[in-house]
């Protein structure tokens, strides 16, 4: 079983919908949780962490169910700009960040 | 000014030739990796140094040595290149506050084995 594991994607979306992500993660001592978004042969960059209580940052939402083990990451009102490889990413321990294979959205007019 | 730099961008060689990539932190961060990313986008981490000590190696060919001179640098060598190291290699820093490490990358290096 895969450390992290996302959906294979891609989602392919009119502008204004909503999407939702999910990953699910193998480590039940896990620390810390992260949503990373890479543009097309960029580096990957942070988009938001991911709390147990849930978290929202605009049009971006993303949750933690720890029992679980199991994050997603809601996309509402999507525009063009939205259109990236988004990364589901686990801090499994001191400093260990373990990526995902990325979920690829492409957002269409 | 640049967080996380990592040079050559690109770099093409031939099989059975040894190469380095260098990267430089000015983040003051702990922690610094190298990660591997395949021709299916797949980041996968292949170490991690803190404090110049090396702290994950995840089963990557010996002929891969990092070395860390202190700890704002983090340089790549790989010996003997084969095909199947051509990839995209990423350097990266973070520092862990209170169990949470946000981690910040180069801009990667375009290895090309031919």
């Known amino acids: 079983r895969k450390e992290v594991e996302q959906d294979p994607g891609p989602f392919n979306v009119p502008e204004g919908a909503t999407v939702a992500f999910n990953c699910t993660y193998s480590?039940?001592?896990?620390?810390?949780f992260f949503w990373y978004r890479q543009d097309c042969r960029k580096e990957p960059k942070l988009l938001m962490s991911?709390?147990?209580s849930g978290n929202e940052d605009g049009r971006f939402t993303a949750q933690l169910n720890r029992a679980s083990q199991y994050i997603s990451l809601l996309i509402r009102d999507s525009k063009l700009s939205d259109s990236a490889t988004y990364l589901c990413?686990?801090?499994?321990?001191?400093?260990?960040?373990?990526f995902g294979a990325g979920t690829r959205l492409a957002v269409h007019p | 000014d640049t967080a996380v730099s990592q040079t050559p961008k690109y770099l093409v060689t031939q099989m059975g030739n040894d190469k380095s990539i260098k990267c430089e932190q000015n983040?003051?961060?702990?922690?610094m990796y190298w990660y591997k990313q395949d021709s299916k986008k797949f980041l996968k981490i292949m170490f991690s140094?803190?404090?110049?000590?090396?702290?994950i190696n995840e089963t990557v060919p010996n002929r891969f040595s990092p070395k860390s001179p202190d700890k704002a640098h983090l340089n790549l060598h790989i010996n003997s290149l084969e095909l199947g190291d051509s990839a995209v290699y990423f350097c990266?820093?973070?520092?862990?506050?209170?169990?949470?490490?946000?981690?910040?990358f180069g801009q990667g290096t375009r290895l090309t084995v031919v």
């Open positions: 990266a820093s973070s520092q862990d506050i209170a169990g949470v490490a946000e981690a910040f």
């Open positions: 990413v686990v801090n499994e321990s001191y400093n260990k960040l373990i």
């Open positions: 983040l003051g961060h702990d922690t």
């Open positions: 140094y803190n404090n110049k000590e090396l702290i």
């Open positions: 991911v709390y147990s």
């Open positions: 480590n039940s001592a896990s620390q810390s």
